[in-house]
């Protein structure tokens, strides 16, 4: 037999940028030159054009670097109160040493005191990865994300600012083990448990009086300073020197350039704090048209906002949703978080702002209806273009979005999917607060492809648990069997084998009773599947049989293909080859005739085939039907199947006495799982090329 041996130029590895098949050919996979390569990531933020002072802060920053650990990066910890000007003071010395770090900056944004609580763990590798390009398929697992972002920085030197941590629990996991590396955290509080481990603390006081004063000129100009110096420095006191105090003042008194600033309204509330006194002053400045936008805007349940959400919200026209919300961030009390591909420009109400706002009590559950109405309306377009088999249920129609985001192709919906998952939960919440059952089911059901084709697992499992509860208390039985099995598919995914089959037995119950013989067939194979993923076989066989004949009564080719997938590698793992490869071959043509084609799981059966040919003894034919799948998978970008495929092509080789070939491609597939961050993989990878070596 021919086996494919990898060579050093010659093989299908993982990369930081994706699957890339190298220089000549692996058997007949025709190969692809490596994408260019992407540019480092540069997400710090600008610097303000008013940055006043901060000199003696920043000596004592570039004192920390000295004396570093030499095994894993620096992390460095900016205190202070709020609006003190943490982030600012950050962002810029930063900047003065990013040259230091040429494979990037990156930012993320804990969230402490948002909408819907801090960032969990799981979410800020997350975004520390697709800062970096790892796009595709992120492994679900938290474990596994915090793996892959700690082999992505490893060997790169980088810069991470991390801001408005909330506690040491969303840090330390992500801490690099490279010196090459440095962290910088903002926070309003120190965090022992940081400094137990070697991070820097430095706190940010209040501006000197003669730097308030001088933040004061930048903003108000130097001529009206020079024309008030007493009323200057007594505005100046009166904000405590803080930062956000004296730049709210500051823009209260340019919006009124005739009045004297001893006239200001901070000089005759002496009985307030600054930030409250001088919010709650920007507040009753605003023109109504930028306040009733701010005070329905602090009503929407979720941690960003973005020029969409806010006008199908507030049912505001779109174009004056975008001026609105810049202006309110010019008098900072919106901040500018950052710019996104679909969703735009994104904002954060200040907690300072949200606190002093209020709204009448009737006021709340006609926007968050409208704001539901408009995830689930984008929502419904991703499903439709990324997933559109997915069963419709029945919707409300309400307020549909005058303006819908644009989701032009798979990309811009896989990016609004990435950037509202924080947002889900949330909006969830206030839907149960809200009794408003139905469009939660519908919003959970419409986000499939942010669950199954970007991996959320560790977000299915607990909306779908939501959803069922809001699908029984709605009472509609179509939603309560959907919201049983997709709970029971998350589960699946999960390893928790039991919870999941006692889903599907509850879905194939509802649908013996509804007489539906599609979503019987459905919670069959679903049973077989689950029982297949448990490596229980001998129980799978009959469920899958029984699943095939359902399929083929409806006459779903495509349902039938992905059961017999499963039957024939069920019986070519107990050694029932006979019965494995017609069943395999079946399902090849199952699948290759479907309009449209779905080569994706063509693929899955021709490797599954060429795993049954290989335990049969037909070396040659399983190889040359392996690297076909291969191929496609390579073609597709789909990571995870491509180190799969390429473990199977060891196993072909080890059958077939070919130890070295075997090692080769372990090794090749165990370097792609590692680059997924699919630690479970890696470790299985090690036990087979430790059998190897014990031959």
Not at 436 to 441: F, G, I, L, T
Not at 494 to 512: I, N, V
Not at 572 to 597: F, G, I, K, M, V
């Given at each position: 037999m021919t086996v494919p041996v990898p060579s050093a130029s010659n093989r299908i590895t993982g990369s930081r940028s994706g699957p890339v098949v190298q220089a000549g050919q692996v058997r007949d996979i025709h190969v692809h030159p490596a994408a260019p390569p992407r540019p480092a990531p540069r997400q710090l933020a600008a610097i303000t054009r008013v940055f006043t002072d901060r000199e003696r802060d920043v000596a004592a920053l570039d004192g920390l670097l000295t004396g570093l650990p030499e095994d894993t990066a620096p992390v460095i910890v900016i205190t202070g109160a709020g609006g003190i000007g943490k982030r600012t003071l950050a962002t810029r010395w930063s900047h003065r040493h990013a040259e230091r770090y040429p494979d990037g900056q990156l930012l993320v944004r804990l969230r402490a005191g948002a909408v819907g609580g801090p960032a969990p763990a799981a979410e800020i590798a997350r975004s520390l990865l697709l800062g970096l390009g790892e796009g595709g398929h992120l492994p679900w697992q938290e474990s596994d994300l915090q793996a892959l972002w700690r082999s992505a920085a490893a060997t790169r030197r980088l810069l991470v600012m991390l801001e408005d941590a909330a506690s040491a629990d969303q840090i330390l996991p992500l801490v690099p083990a490279n010196a090459d590396c440095l962290v910088v955290v903002t926070s309003r509080s120190p965090m022992p448990a940081l400094a137990a481990h070697g991070a820097h603390h430095h706190h940010l006081a209040p501006l000197t009086p003669a730097h308030a004063v001088r933040l004061l000129a930048r903003i108000l100009g130097e001529d009206r300073v020079r024309a008030e110096p007493a009323a200057t420095e007594a505005l100046a006191r009166a904000c405590d020197g803080n930062p956000l105090a004296l730049s709210l003042a500051a823009g209260e008194a340019v919006l009124a350039p005739a009045r004297p600033l001893a006239h200001h309204p901070a000089l005759a509330a002496t009985d307030l704090e600054s930030i409250p006194m001088t919010t709650a002053l920007a507040l009753t400045s605003l023109p109504e048209p930028e306040a009733r936008l701010l005070r329905l805007a602090a009503l929407i349940p979720a941690p960003d906002l973005d020029h969409f959400a806010v006008a199908a919200a507030t049912a505001t026209p779109a174009t004056q949703t975008l001026n609105l919300l810049h202006e309110l961030a010019a008098r900072h009390l919106l901040e500018h978080t950052r710019r996104q591909s679909t969703r735009g420009d994104v904002y954060r109400i200040r907690p300072e702002v949200r606190e002093l706002i209020r709204n009448p009590a009737d006021a709340r559950r006609r926007v968050v209806q409208c704001y539901l109405d408009h995830l689930i309306a984008t929502a419904q377009d991703t499903v439709q273009r990324l997933t559109p088999h997915h069963r419709v249920l029945p919707r409300q129609h309400r307020h549909h979005p005058a303006e819908p985001v644009p989701i032009t192709d798979d990309r811009a919906a896989q990016d609004w999917l990435e950037a509202i998952a924080p947002a889900v939960l949330p909006a969830l919440a206030?839907?149960?607060?809200?009794?408003?059952?139905?469009?939660?089911?519908?919003?959970?059901?419409?986000?499939?492809?942010?669950?199954?084709?970007?991996?959320?697992?560790?977000?299915?499992?607990?909306?779908?648990?939501?959803?069922?509860?809001?699908?029984?208390?709605?009472?509609?039985?179509?939603?309560?069997?959907?919201?049983?099995?997709?709970?029971?598919?998350?589960?699946?995914?999960?390893?928790?084998?039991?919870?999941?089959?006692?889903?599907?037995?509850?879905?194939?119950?509802?649908?013996?009773?509804?007489?539906?013989?599609?979503?019987?067939?459905?919670?069959?194979?679903?049973?077989?599947?689950?029982?297949?993923?448990?490596?229980?076989?001998?129980?799978?066989?009959?469920?899958?049989?029984?699943?095939?004949?359902?399929?083929?009564?409806?006459?779903?080719?495509?349902?039938?293909?992905?059961?017999?997938?499963?039957?024939?590698?069920?019986?070519?793992?107990?050694?029932?080859?006979?019965?494995?490869?017609?069943?395999?071959?079946?399902?090849?043509?199952?699948?290759?005739?479907?309009?449209?084609?779905?080569?994706?799981?063509?693929?899955?059966?021709?490797?599954?085939?060429?795993?049954?040919?290989?335990?049969?003894?037909?070396?040659?034919?399983?190889?040359?039907?392996?690297?076909?799948?291969?191929?496609?998978?390579?073609?597709?970008?789909?990571?995870?199947?491509?180190?799969?495929?390429?473990?199977?092509?060891?196993?072909?080789?080890?059958?077939?006495?070919?130890?070295?070939?075997?090692?080769?491609?372990?090794?090749?597939?165990?370097?792609?799982?590692?680059?997924?961050?699919?630690?479970?993989d890696v470790e299985r990878l090690n036990g087979r090329l430790l059998a190897l070596l014990h031959q």
């Open positions: 206030a839907a149960r607060e809200l009794d408003e059952h139905q469009a939660a089911v519908v919003l959970v059901h419409d986000l499939w492809p942010l669950f199954h084709r970007l991996r959320r697992t560790d977000l299915s499992v607990p909306c779908h648990k939501l959803g069922l509860g809001f699908a029984r208390l709605w009472g509609h039985r179509l939603a309560i069997y959907e919201m049983t099995t997709t709970l029971a598919i998350s589960h699946k995914h999960t390893g928790a084998h039991e919870e999941a089959l006692r889903l599907y037995e509850e879905g194939r119950t509802l649908a013996t009773e509804d007489q539906d013989p599609g979503r019987i067939a459905q919670c069959t194979a679903g049973i077989g599947a689950t029982l297949y993923e448990a490596e229980q076989y001998a129980a799978a066989e009959p469920e899958l049989a029984r699943a095939i004949e359902l399929y083929a009564e409806l006459g779903d080719r495509r349902g039938a293909g992905l059961a017999e997938i499963l039957l024939g590698s069920a019986a070519a793992r107990r050694n029932n080859t006979d019965l494995a490869l017609p069943l395999l071959q079946q399902a090849l043509a199952d699948l290759e005739s479907l309009t449209p084609p779905d080569p994706l799981n063509a693929a899955r059966a021709k490797v599954f085939l060429g795993e049954a040919q290989s335990l049969a003894g037909r070396h040659d034919l399983a190889a040359g039907t392996i690297n076909d799948a291969l191929r496609t998978f390579a073609d597709l970008g789909h990571r995870h199947w491509v180190a799969y495929a390429t473990e199977f092509l060891g196993q072909a080789a080890e059958r077939a006495g070919l130890p070295e070939a075997a090692a080769d491609w372990y090794g090749s597939s165990q370097d792609q799982y590692r680059n997924l961050g699919a630690t479970r």
